[in-house]
C-alpha cells in the first residue's frame, strides 16, 4: 500500500525558495502519479502540479506556472516541488497525493501524505 510523507515547509521570505518532498513508500513510483496540492485557510484544496509514472509533469494552477517545478528521484522515491519567488499568496499547507493518473482534481487520488505548512511572510 502506497504511503506518502512531506516535508520541507517552513516560513520563508517573500521572493525566497522552497524545496517540499514528497517521500513515498509501501510501492515503487515508477507505477504511481504523485499530484501537489495546496489548501489556504478558508479556501478549497487546489491542484497545482503533478508527475506522472512516466515521469510527465502539468500544471494545473496558473499562479504557480513559471514558479513552481516538479521533479523526481526513483531510486529514492521521492518528488520533489521546487518553489521559487514565494509570494504571500502561496501561503498554505502543501500536500502530495497518490494515484494512477495525474489530475488537478483531488478527488482522483486516493492516496494523500499529512501535509506541510509553508507560510511566505516578512
Known amino acids: 500500500q502506497l504511503q506518502l510523507v512531506e516535508s520541507g515547509g517552513g516560513l520563508v521570505q517573500p521572493g525566497g525558495s522552497l524545496r517540499l518532498s514528497c517521500a513515498a513508500s509501501?510501492?515503487?513510483?515508477?507505477?504511481?502519479?504523485i499530484g501537489w496540492f495546496r489548501q489556504a485557510p478558508g479556501k478549497q484544496r487546489e491542484g497545482i502540479l503533478c508527475?506522472?509514472?512516466?515521469?510527465?509533469?502539468?500544471y494545473y494552477a496558473d499562479s504557480v506556472e513559471d514558479r513552481f517545478t516538479i521533479s523526481r528521484d526513483i531510486a529514492k522515491n521521492t518528488v520533489y516541488l521546487q518553489m521559487n519567488n514565494l509570494k504571500p499568496e502561496d501561503t498554505a499547507t502543501y500536500f502530495c497525493?497518490?494515484?494512477?493518473?495525474?489530475?488537478?482534481?483531488?478527488?482522483?487520488?486516493?492516496?494523500w501524505g499529512q501535509g506541510t505548512q509553508v507560510t511566505v511572510s516578512s
Open positions: 497525493a497518490g494515484d494512477l493518473y495525474c489530475s488537478g482534481d483531488r478527488e482522483v487520488f486516493g492516496t
Open positions: 509501501g510501492l515503487t513510483l515508477r507505477y504511481y502519479a
Open positions: 508527475i506522472s509514472a512516466s515521469g510527465g509533469s502539468a
